[in-house]
């Protein structure tokens, strides 16, 4: 009589032996012949045989499509541009001879090179986020002219960052030394001080000021030169604007310096970018590459260096009040 031998669970281990080896048997086999094993539906998806990829068949004569905006504007033969008003140089403005120059000019210039159109310029006497709100409403395929980036205009437009600049106060030195006169602590300090700040009417820094500045008094001019003479006159403490702005302020004018001190907030950035509104989306793309392969994204320094001859034909005075010198930060 055979002693059988079992397991914990009963199974005799003869048996169990047995079972193993027809298992390794049958599996052998199925490979050898190629045979597809199927696996249990709960524990591995199904998988496609070779004849279900046979299904699938493509059109190598199909004509190709390009993206809906791209096409419109290729149908159009032009490249509809909305710069800011009014001028400010180095970025967007008029020569003594009425021609468009400037760093964004020849931005948008090279974008419809690309896309091997016409650049047709429009320079609307409207707000800066009316600007960018034109292109949402497809009256321009591109809001362009020191654009910041801000949450409302987000809401109208998608941004091709293009510079990166910082926010900025000019403030008056004998204010800034009232507050506090450890550098390294000056930021708390101004945080929480009540000073009176000038900023542009409609601009970034009308929105971004009282939150950056909860305890400060802001008040708003038509322009940037409206600002200046508000400084000068004591009727504001600081001017609060971006770094590039304050900084081309006093080197324009260096017995500023004197009396005004800029402050960077290296904490808070100011992103530059063109508006391409949501029936141009094929554009921003395109805008993105084309930056990324001409300059790359600026920031001040490499403004200052790029445009410096430029500069000095812009500078900004808080005396006369020509064209380019009431330039308006956005």
């Known amino acids: 009589?055979?002693?059988?031998?079992?397991?914990?669970?009963?199974?005799?281990?003869?048996?169990?032996?047995?079972?193993?080896?027809?298992?390794?048997?049958?599996?052998?086999?199925?490979?050898?012949?190629?045979?597809?094993?199927?696996?249990?539906?709960?524990?591995?998806?199904?998988?496609?045989?070779?004849?279900?990829?046979?299904?699938?068949?493509?059109?190598?004569?199909?004509?190709?499509?390009?993206?809906?905006?791209?096409?419109?504007?290729?149908?159009?033969?032009?490249?509809?541009?909305?710069?800011?008003?009014?001028?400010?140089?180095?970025?967007?403005?008029?020569?003594?001879?009425?021609?468009?120059?400037?760093?964004?000019?020849?931005?948008?210039?090279?974008?419809?090179?690309?896309?091997?159109?016409?650049p047709v310029f429009s320079q609307p006497q409207v707000t800066?986020?009316?600007?960018?709100?034109?292109?949402?409403?497809?009256?321009?395929?591109?809001?362009?002219?020191?654009?910041?980036?801000?949450?409302?205009?987000?809401?109208y437009a998608q941004p091709v960052p293009y510079l990166n600049l910082h926010q900025s106060l000019l403030i008056n030195r004998r204010v800034l030394e009232s507050i506090g006169q450890d550098p390294a602590n000056i930021g708390p300090r101004l945080l929480a001080a009540p000073i009176r700040i000038g900023v542009i009417e409609g601009s970034a820094y009308s929105v971004w000021g009282p939150s950056t500045l909860p305890r400060a008094r802001f008040t708003t001019y038509p322009n940037w030169q409206a600002c200046v003479d508000a400084l000068t006159s004591r009727q504001v403490d600081a001017l609060m604007r971006d770094s590039f702005e304050t900084a081309r302020l006093v080197k324009s004018k260096p017995k500023l310096a004197l009396e005004y001190v800029p402050i960077i907030l290296k904490d808070k950035v100011d992103n530059i970018a063109m508006y391409v509104g949501p029936r141009m989306e094929g554009l921003e793309p395109i805008g993105n590459f084309y930056v990324?392969?001409?300059?790359?994204?600026?920031?001040?320094?490499?403004?200052?260096?790029?445009?410096?001859?430029?500069m000095k034909s812009s500078q900004v005075s808080t005396g006369s009040k020509s064209k380019s010198q009431h330039s308006d930060s956005h």
């Open 1 to 118: 009589m055979t002693d059988w031998k079992t397991h914990s669970t009963g199974t005799p281990s003869v048996l169990r032996n047995l079972n193993q080896v027809l298992l390794s048997l049958l599996l052998m086999v199925l490979i050898m012949t190629g045979t597809p094993i199927q696996a249990s539906a709960a524990t591995a998806p199904a998988t496609l045989t070779p004849g279900d990829a046979d299904r699938a068949t493509i059109d190598l004569d199909a004509k190709p499509r390009l993206n809906p905006s791209i096409q419109a504007i290729r149908d159009s033969g032009i490249l509809r541009i909305g710069l800011a008003y009014p001028d400010n140089l180095p970025l967007y403005g008029h020569d003594k001879d009425g021609n468009l120059i400037g760093y964004d000019v020849d931005l948008a210039r090279g974008i419809a090179r690309a896309l091997r159109v016409k």
């Open 128 to 155: 800066y986020t009316r600007l960018v709100q034109l292109a949402s409403a497809d009256q321009v395929d591109v809001a362009l002219g020191k654009l910041s980036v801000t949450i409302p205009r987000l809401g």
């Open 292 to 310: 990324n392969i001409t300059t790359g994204v600026l920031d001040e320094s490499e403004l200052f260096r790029h445009f410096k001859a430029e």
